[in-house]
T-cell receptor, first 116, second 113 residues
Framework: AQTVTQSQPEMSVQEAETVTLSCTYDTSENNYYLFWYKQPPSRQMILVIRQEAYKQQNATENRFSVNFQKAAKSFSLKISDSQLGDTAMYFCAFMKRNSGNTPLVFGKGTRLSVIA | DADVTQTPRNRITKTGKRIMLECSQTKGHDRMYWYRQDPGLGLQLIYYSFDVKDINKGEISDGYSVSRQAQAKFSLSLESAIPNQTALYFC????????????FGDGTRLSIL
């Protein structure tokens, strides 16, 4: 079974600064996908970024980027130029890559507060 | 993105009542999921369905049942609600094939007294 660990229950960052959220996972699979989801106070679950394990290049989406270290089973999220609207819970998630989509396995989340 | 609609948005009910949470989507996605979110525990999978005739248990299916009435509709039932089922419930959908992210509804907050 896969497990996802987010070791930082809460973090804070000053507006315009950079913050990195940690995620590690445990799997015996070689092919899989990793995701970061954002849950603002409105409680929606919003996909932030995704990474395919067979791609060495780290994914980026505007101010969001990941540091994917496959050997270390690490998948951290970097938020640059933090904005007040980035305040949210952030969940790291894992999905096996096989003949069909398998459900996501989520970490317990990191609550990020962006301070003005 | 998929338009995933969950009803009701909030519900308060009493122990022992039968509750149904509904989910519908308008994008024709094959796969649908039900998750439960508790504070400090992230999201846990209850049930999932890859098509109308396919239903699979997730990690916390005890006390729940589901019905995939059509491709677009996936209902979650609590046959006899108990207080520790108080949580935020999410429905999600995804297309078939690999590398398809899940798209979530806005959640149903369920409180059982």
């Amino acid at each position: 079974a896969q497990t996802v660990t987010q070791s930082q229950p809460e973090m804070s960052v000053q507006e315009a600064e950079t913050v990195t959220l940690s995620c590690t996972y445990d799997t015996s699979e070689n092919n899989y996908y990793l995701f970061w989801y954002k849950q603002p106070p409105s409680r929606q679950m919003i996909l932030v970024i995704r990474q395919e394990a067979y791609k060495q290049q780290n994914a980026t989406e505007n101010r969001f980027s990941v540091n994917f270290q496959k050997a270390a089973k690490s998948f951290s999220l970097k938020i640059s130029d933090s904005q007040l609207g980035d305040t949210a819970m952030y969940f790291c998630a894992f999905m096996k890559r096989n003949s069909g989509n398998t459900p996501l396995v989520f970490g317990k989340g990191t609550r990020l507060s962006v301070i003005a | 993105d998929a338009d995933v609609t969950q009803t009701p948005r909030n519900r308060i009910t009493k122990t022992g009542k039968r509750i149904m949470l509904e989910c519908s989507q308008t994008k024709g996605h094959d796969r649908m999921y039900w998750y439960r979110q508790d504070p400090g525990l992230g999201l846990q999978l209850i049930y999932y369905s890859f098509d109308v005739k396919d239903i699979n248990k997730g990690e916390i299916s005890d006390g729940y049942s589901v019905s995939r009435q059509a491709q677009a509709k996936f209902s979650l039932s609590l046959e006899s609600a108990i207080p520790n089922q108080t949580a935020l419930y999410f429905c999600a959908t995804s297309e078939g094939g690999t590398n398809q992210p899940q798209h979530f509804g806005d959640g149903t907050r369920l409180s059982i007294l």
